[in-house]
Every structure is written in C-alpha cells, then in structure tokens.
C-alpha cells in the first residue's frame, strides 16, 4: 500500500496568490481529515470528510479555505488568497470503518507552505 | 480549557532512564485513546493505543484512567531513537469519529 499521499511536499507562494494542496487517501479508508501544524497552535483539524461528504468544518479558520472530495480517491484544500499567516505545515489522513480504531489514523507526509 | 493537555517538556533524559508522560482529556464521553509519535519534520505515526486494562508494547506501557480523565505513556531503558515528540490523541467520538492531539511532550534522550 502506497499510503496517504500529499502533493506537492513544499509549496512557496506570495501573498494573495491561490494554493491548492492535495491528497490522495489510502484505497478503501472512507474517512478523510485535513489537519494544520504550526509550532503556536499544534495540530489543528481543519475538516473531516466521510464518504465524501464534509461532517465537521468547524475548524476552517475563515472563508478563504475551502476543501473538496469529488471522489473517494482524491481530496484538495484550497487557500484563497493566501496570506503570511496561512504559512504551516498541513497534513492530509485517512482511516478505515473497515478496520479497527485502534489502529487510529494514517497521515501522509505534509505539505510545507509558505508565504511570503 | 483545551480539550487534550500535555506538558509540552521538553523532557531531558540519558539513555537508559524510565520516562513517563501524562496528558489529561476535558470530554468524559471520550471512547478511544491512542499515543502517537512525531519526529523532526515529519508526519505523526500511530505509537500504540491505550486501553482502559491498560497495555505494553515491549519497551511501552500505556495507561488510562477514566475517573481521573488522563492517559500516561511509561517509557523504560530510553534509547537515542526514542527522541521525538509523543502526541496525546483522543477520539471525540460523540462527535463522529474526530481525533483531537495534544500539543505534544518533547522527549531527548542523551547519551
């Protein structure tokens, strides 16, 4: 299995301008998580997707991110427009009803953004 | 108050020392528990889960207490490898299934 995976890992951009992270989850794990990490506040959770469907977005910080799952192998969160403050590190993870919870979630590898 | 609180550390250990973490959770209906580990720059691994028996894995012993709302992590005869960053993680499950981390304890293990 390939594992979650995140594209592109670094990502540098200047303010205003559009980002577009993307994920693709492990094949078969029907729920889907966009977290952010910055050293100030942790590992916040951005949404939560189940079968493609968007449960929780209570953790988007504002209107200028959006995220989408248009199938159950592909997810993208947006940023528009992007500002200094929006710089983190945002993982993508997945999980699967099928197995256990303990086996708890699977994250890709991150995207670094930032900008400038 | 943070639904999931850690000592953030860091923590200073030689090797060979036993260390333990504690984190406590805000939410009594909190169902699951697990322990994850994240190193410089990459992404959190899944280091156990933390059953309410409580449970060990090799050198690991996790331990949850429900009246008291805290999970602890033991670790024994520290290794090099062992620094990282330990993540305590509760799943909200009332509100589906939501895990919510810890800011993280800071383990260094020195020679």
């Known amino acids: 299995d390939a594992g979650v995976i995140q594209s592109p890992r670094h990502e540098v951009t200047e303010m205003g301008q559009e980002v577009t992270l993307r994920c693709k989850p492990i094949s078969g794990h029907d729920y889907l998580f966009w977290y952010r990490q910055t050293m100030m506040r942790g590992l916040e959770l951005l949404i939560y997707f189940n079968n493609n469907v968007p449960i929780d977005d209570s953790g988007m910080p504002e209107d200028r991110f959006s995220a989408k799952m248009p199938n159950a192998s592909f997810s993208t969160l947006k940023i528009q427009p992007s500002e200094p403050r929006d710089s983190a590190v945002y993982f993508c993870?997945?999980?699967?009803?099928?197995?256990?919870?303990?086996?708890?979630?699977?994250f890709g590898s991150g995207t670094r953004l930032t900008v400038v | 108050r943070k639904e999931v609180e850690q000592d953030p550390g860091p923590f200073n250990v030689p090797e060979g020392a036993t260390v333990a973490f504690n984190c406590t959770y805000s939410n009594s209906a909190s169902q699951s528990f697990f322990w994850y580990r994240q190193d410089c720059r990459k992404e959190p691994k899944l280091l156990m889960s933390?059953?309410?028996s409580g449970n060990e894995d090799g050198r690991f012993t996790a331990q949850l207490n429900r009246a008291s709302q805290y999970i602890s992590l033991l670790i024994r005869d520290s290794k090099l490898s062992d620094s990282a960053t330990y993540l305590c993680v509760v799943n909200m499950m009332e509100y589906g299934n939501k895990l919510v981390f810890g800011a993280g304890t800071i383990l260094r293990v020195k020679s």
């Open positions: 993870a997945s999980w699967g009803t099928g197995g256990t919870v303990g086996y708890g979630y699977t």
């Open positions: 933390v059953y309410s």
